[in-house]
């Protein structure tokens, strides 16, 4: 039985992200008694009228106080630790918790099995740590980038890479050469929620200090290698679009399932692509990644594991940007640019 758990807190897009997720979820799993999906949320169960017909389906309903204490100091990632505590306090097993703004590839159940005490999942690792940031400065120009969060994270960076260190009451020893890890996947073992309360607060402290935004993986990350837990990458079970939110119509597209207004939006976004429908780009939810790539490469961004799944150099890749090449032959360079912009502010 593999269990899989999803929250959803405070913002309604987060529903419509969620409920794709699961039914791209389900379109990959071959016997669904053989799955139960929980979802944390503060909003009514009525939200989630388009899965409600699923047998294995739990909604616990976190009431706004609780969810309060949850997210300390104002940081709502706190919740993907908070909400994992929950978890085994309630159910008393192992957890493979999945990100809403995410579209599900594979069967996770292979993963899910594999969860023990010595192994656990998280999605995918990022670089070097000071390879990350050194990036951060060369980005390129024509990317919109949040220069308050940019400086928070070279911060972060500057004040541990000569002495190496974190201290507040305790010693955390943290290499330049450190390699942390997204948290759009947490694949952990019951046996393993002692060490929560350690991730918890090095998350704090991080926050605290420097509000690195993603304080919270960089302490899964830390924590989990700390005591020597083997960290196994879940990059190709899943499509991670955390920097790229349109992507959520691009899976409502392939699922033909909008929910609220994400139909209007769907429309505009084929019109903007000055595409006569959606049955003209007659898209596959495998060949999402390629068109998101073939978007960025057009817009001149550096190539780089950016959430997505891995694509492989093969027949399939040339096929997919041969397609998109046919379908935005006559677009310029600037059409391209202008459209990247456009589709990230749908999202904010």
């Not at 529903?15 to 997720?21: A, M, R, V």
């Not at 959430?307 to 397609?323: C, E, T």
């Amino acid at each position: 039985m593999c269990k899989v758990l999803y929250m959803v807190f405070e913002r309604e897009c987060l529903i419509n992200q969620t409920i794709y997720s699961i039914l791209s979820l389900l379109d990959e799993v071959r016997e669904q008694d053989n799955l139960i999906i929980t979802i944390l949320t503060n909003f009514s169960k009525e939200k989630f009228e388009n899965i409600l017909f699923l047998k294995n389906l739990r909604i616990d309903i976190i009431d706004d106080a609780e969810l309060d204490t949850w997210k300390q100091n104002g940081y709502i990632y706190n919740v993907k630790i908070f909400g994992i505590m929950y978890y085994f306090e309630k159910y008393r097993e192992n957890v493979l918790f999945i990100d809403s703004d995410t579209i599900v590839m594979k069967e996770p159940d292979m993963i899910y099995r594999e969860i023990s005490k010595n192994k656990c999942f998280l999605n995918c690792k990022y670089m070097k740590l000071k390879e990350y940031f050194d990036l951060q400065y060369v980005a390129d120009k024509r990317r919109k980038i949040d220069l308050n969060e940019l400086n928070k994270a070279i911060r972060f960076y500057n004040s541990f890479k000569n002495s190496q260190y974190i201290m507040n009451n305790r010693k955390y020893e943290i290499s330049p050469e450190f390699c942390y890890y997204n948290s759009g996947v947490i694949g952990l073992a019951y046996e393993n929620r002692y060490i929560l309360n350690e991730v918890y607060d090095l998350c704090n402290i991080l926050w605290n200090e420097y509000q690195f935004v993603m304080s919270e993986e960089f302490a899964y990350s830390y924590i989990l290698t700390k005591e020597k837990k083997q960290i196994c990458e879940t990059k190709d079970l899943l499509i991670h679009y955390y920097s790229f939110k349109w992507i959520r119509f691009l899976a409502a597209m392939v699922q033909n399932v909008y929910i609220g207004n994400d139909e209007e939006i769907a429309k505009q976004f084929i019109k903007t692509l000055k595409i006569k429908d959606n049955l003209s780009l007659e898209l596959k939810k495998n060949e999402i990644p390629y068109l998101v790539a073939f978007i960025r490469k057009r817009v001149g961004m550096k190539e780089g594991h950016l959430g997505y799944i891995d694509m492989p150099n093969d027949i399939s890749a040339f096929r997919a940007f041969r397609k998109f090449q046919t379908i935005f032959s006559d677009y310029s360079e600037v059409d391209i640019v202008n459209i990247y912009y456009y589709l990230q502010s749908l999202c904010g």
